[in-house]
């Protein structure tokens, strides 16, 4: 530890944890991209609120850059300290700080992971409704900072929805209060919402009052076969027209094939275009009938070519595999990812002039589509042919999202649904939000942070 | 129309509607706050979005402050024009753009009075949830210039919560289209959330896109009376845990015999300190069994004396009139009025402090309160002793406000639930957010806004 200005900090945090280690600044210094190499100067972990404030301080002071860590699950690069920043990590800032049952409020640090968020919630009767595959890795911090949101956001809606109160060290290493827990408030700016999804460049979480509801009513899993996406989007409508729908998710053809490859149990004949995995409210016989009545309609519409309602939890878990084990199957071949949102009115439009596009440009290419329809989130998985070059592949890639970028601008769409713009979207953030807004928020980011050392590079230089 | 800026900003816009008589300056002028005298410069009333900017523009140019203005029915002075202001009255942008059946979003400008939107709402089908009194006059650029909440809160949140997209000329003059209507969008800051209760400050919204959602389900409404506030809180979270409340609302003892003596019909003994008009999903027998059953759980406890259940639609107006005829009541008496908000847990000390405090300092004075339990909000209205003159009523209650705001500090809430800080409540802005908060909010009104022409003196000096 012989930069003097980490002697520096420590000399001003004493009992600071600081970890200089290869391993270490390896480990701490990338999220799940893999497309920079980690150099930080140094990993911080924090233990208290007054440690965060005398990090930010000093960073201020001796002009060193700052990359807030939670779990490090992001696919943008938001987390990746790749040239000499300090890695400021919440991960020791991970306790359950205080319950309120008439508030229905549960207080956290911000490094407490989602899993242990889930836990305590269900200790207290109650339910924390976001949910996604990291959650035994991923923090409530790094939620926050890319408002998360995962598969039952059609039901529950995103992190923004469950954020009553935030603690926040501000970029000027001014401790904040957000909004305290309160149901309304209208008191000036709501800073909480702007601290949300500002993927660390305003401010560092540091705890959060999470909201809390009821847990949800007995479900039943139903899946799908389509003839072709327009009757996606009629089976949806249909069916949040009957139902209480907790989940429509949907896949294709060619990810089932691959999912089915890596072992989940064939539940349906592979030989249409498209799937739906859905759940919906079950309470008793009355909502089953409604489920059978609203396929059997379905059918008769010529929208569904065929369907498994699930019998048992076991039955439901092996067709939600056909759905959360599609990201597996595909690792080994390593894809390229993206993360995009629609208006969902915009999705098939879209998903018809994409899909001609890249058949046309890069038809050597296998792409795989899957998400969310009711929240208009498509995922997009390419994959490199067997005989090209990572670097090769790369370069194609990164053509591929310019025209995604292009497409998603004239069907109104975003670059990035949930994992926030980081690296990986900086270049096509103009795609999504114009000129002025950048300006705007360019203008934000020195209101609270004057000397740019939080997260520097990400979201925009 | 001598003023030389007027003629100029009519050469710029020859088609734009500008008003100068008295009688319009002073409608134009003022919201439902009467502490100052209305005194615009002039009153214009913009037809598109074009004119709008125009209008900013040449304010910047000219250093002409501007007042955006709805329906003026906002108790925080949020809308006054005192200081020869021009009014930038949105209310001939009162038209529904479109409306998206996949999307449940409606498209509409921000001119649109509540009602219309929900009559708009119904005749597709669906509902815009956000409700109260002012839905004939209030708009819906009001609703989100100062986060409007209402009666059912409990239930669907606030106007935060329903909106998908805004359309805003900045204080600069850009437009700016956030959000679009995307349910997933982490590209950057939500500049959409920042807008949301700004009162006017940042932007001039000039339309919306509005989430809607099913229809109600049948509701059941009932009439409790409560022996103390204690038993007010166990009797909502026994029915919170029982029921799917749609509204939890009560009223002390001395707002029943105002209501009373206006002529609302006696539907319950008015010899209990508190009482509770509530409302939840009554789908079918087995919902009223368990309302019974929770209700009979609460007498058993001693926690309610004496209760009602609707047993039509017209007993269940009848009962809503209680609660809903309050202000009206209330009105001759011209009150001071005080809307609050506290977490939820934090309301019984909060309410035994200051009842103790004004009885002790002010008992000449005699107080109601009445609100929303279900998400902390405390209506006060603090009426004059017949004999005192409106000047000196006044100056004694600033002090009341002064102590409720010291007060309200040491319990961690909010001098504004739904109304904003405007002018009645900036004096006491420091008692709800830091001083850290106020020169942040200072800091991003000044990158919106840079000449300061949007309601100057408003929100903060």
Redesign the interface.
């Known amino acids: 530890m012989t930069d003097p200005r980490l002697t520096e900090l420590t000399a001003r945090a004493p009992s600071l944890r600081l970890l200089t280690e290869l391993a270490d600044l390896i480990h701490y210094g990338r999220d799940w991209t893999r497309r920079w190499g980690p150099a930080p100067l140094a990993v911080a972990l924090p233990g208290s609120i007054e440690e965060v404030q005398a990090i930010v301080r000093w960073a201020n002071e001796r002009q060193v850059a700052l990359v807030p860590s939670g779990g490090r699950t992001g696919l943008s690069g938001g987390a990746v300290a790749a040239r000499g920043e300090l890695v400021l990590s919440l991960e020791r800032m991970n306790r359950v700080l205080g319950f309120?049952?008439?508030?229905r409020?549960l207080e956290v640090e911000a490094g407490i992971t989602l899993q242990a968020v889930h836990e305590a919630a269900r200790s207290h009767g109650l339910l924390y409704p976001v949910d996604f595959g990291a959650r035994g890795s991923c923090t409530i911090g790094g939620n926050i900072a890319?408002?998360a949101?995962g598969i039952r956001?059609i039901r529950y809606g995103?992190t923004?929805?469950w954020i009553g109160g935030l603690t926040v060290v501000?970029g000027n290493g001014?401790?904040?209060?957000?909004n305290?827990?309160?149901?309304?408030?209208?008191?000036?700016?709501?800073?909480r919402?702007?601290m949300?999804?500002?993927?660390g460049t305003?401010g560092v979480v540091v705890g959060a009052q999470l909201k809390l509801t009821d847990p949800p009513p007995p479900a039943q899993t139903m899946l799908l076969a389509l003839p072709h996406m327009d009757a996606l989007?009629k089976v949806?409508?249909l069916f949040r027209a009957q139902l209480k729908l907790q989940a429509f998710e949907f896949f294709t053809d060619v990810a089932l094939r691959h999912v089915l490859a890596h072992g989940a149990q064939r539940a349906i004949d592979a030989d249409q275009p498209y799937y739906v995995v859905t759940e919906y409210d079950a309470l008793d016989d009355g909502d089953e009938q409604t489920a059978l009545l609203a396929f059997e309609d379905g059918v008769r519409e010529g929208w569904i070519s065929d369907g498994v309602i699930a019998q048992s939890e076991s039955q439901a878990a092996t067709l939600w595999r056909l759905r959360e084990g599609i990201t597996e199957s595909l690792a080994p071949r390593k894809p390229y990812k993206n993360d995009i949102?629609?208006?969902?009115?915009a999705m098939p439009a879209f998903l018809h002039e994409m899909q001609a596009l890249l058949a046309r440009e890069y038809p050597q290419m296998e792409v795989v589509w899957f998400g969310?329809i009711?929240?208009?989130?498509l995922h997009i998985n390419v994959l490199p042919p067997e005989d090209m070059q990572q670097a090769e592949f790369i370069a194609h890639c990164e053509r591929v999202t310019r025209l995604l970028a292009d497409t998603l601008q004239r069907h109104?769409?975003?670059?990035?649904?949930?994992?926030?713009?980081g690296l990986v979207?900086k270049p096509y953030?103009e795609s999504?939000?114009?000129e002025?807004?950048?300006a705007?928020?360019r203008?934000?980011r020195?209101?609270?942070d004057p000397n740019g050392i939080l997260n520097p590079g990400k979201?925009?230089d």
């Open positions: 309120s049952d008439t508030d409020l890319t408002n949101g956001v995103t923004r929805e501000a001014e401790l904040l209060e957000l305290r827990g309160l149901v309304k408030n209208s008191s000036g700016y709501d800073l919402q702007l949300i999804g500002s993927e305003l989007m949806f409508a949102a629609l208006r969902i009115g969310h009711g929240d208009g989130n109104g769409g975003s670059i990035s649904a949930e994992h926030g713009i979207k953030l999504t939000r114009s002025a807004e950048i705007l928020m203008g934000v020195t209101v609270f979201l925009f």
